[in-house]
């Protein structure tokens, strides 16, 4: 069943929660991951996308004019609260909720794993995230059209190797790595790379 993602994702939210409550207001800050967004930027766009809901985001889409980032900027402006434990405490409130964008149900848990780490990693901070939870993120990047969000191209031009879980997927030379880095180098993140060996690396960096 697809609504089985939502344990998942709601013990992501309650994860990253529990690691945004102490932090100090330079973290608040410092650039994350995700190029133009702080840290807080990016939990304003989380709670942006725990209200989504399928109405919401095509009435959204439309008076951006179908323009993806134009949206998600617009949703970081409405839910940054003035300050940022105004903003965790919108997402607090938010994390229980199961509404979603018209989109697989999967890319909630993309959302969450990946902008986790676009969060973490610039602050140091670590998780140790479900396995299976990391593998169905991937899965649906790979079948997904970079034009939504996803790395279908992408991959029939190099193949990716979860070292640490056994996943494969994917066509040409070969990049390796944990899967949690592969998760982040297949949607662009470049920090990631110097975690990956092999030559499919180098068609890895010339996506990021």
């Known amino acids: 069943m697809t609504d089985d993602v939502w ?5 992501e939210r ?3 929660i ?4 102490r932090l100090d207001d ?10 133009g967004w702080t840290v807080h930027d990016v939990l304003a766009h989380l709670v942006d996308n ?14 951006a004019r179908f323009d993806f980032d134009r949206l998600n900027t617009r949703g970081v402006e409405r839910e940054r609260g003035a300050t940022p434990a105004e903003t965790l405490d919108r997402f607090r409130r938010a994390a ?14 993309v959302e969450e794993l990946v902008h986790g780490e676009d969060i973490r990693r610039p602050l140091g901070l670590t998780r140790s995230y479900p396995p299976r939870a990391v593998e169905r993120a991937l899965r649906l990047q790979a079948r997904t059209p970079v ?5 279908k191209e992408l991959l029939s031009r190099v193949r990716i190797t979860a070292t640490d879980t056994g996943l494969a997927l994917g066509a040409g030379p070969e990049a390796e790595g944990p899967a949690l880095s592969l998760l982040l180098a297949v949607t662009g993140r470049a920090a990631v790379l110097e975690d990956l060996r092999g030559p499919g690396t180098a068609v890895l960096s010339a996506g990021a």
């Not at 344990?7 to 013990?11: D, F, G, R, S």
């Not at 529990?18 to 409550?21: H, Q």
């Not at 229980?96 to 848990?109: E, F, G």
């Open 7 to 11: 344990p998942l994702v709601h013990a």
């Open 14 to 16: 309650a994860a990253l």
């Open 18 to 21: 529990g690691d945004l409550a």
């Open 26 to 35: 330079e973290q608040w800050r410092r650039p994350s991951l995700c190029a």
């Open 50 to 63: 725990a209200r989504a809901t399928r109405l919401g985001f095509l009435a959204g889409l439309v008076r």
């Open 96 to 109: 229980p909720r199961t509404s979603a964008p018209p989109a697989p149900l999967d890319s909630r848990l």
């Open 147 to 151: 034009a939504f969000g996803g790395a």
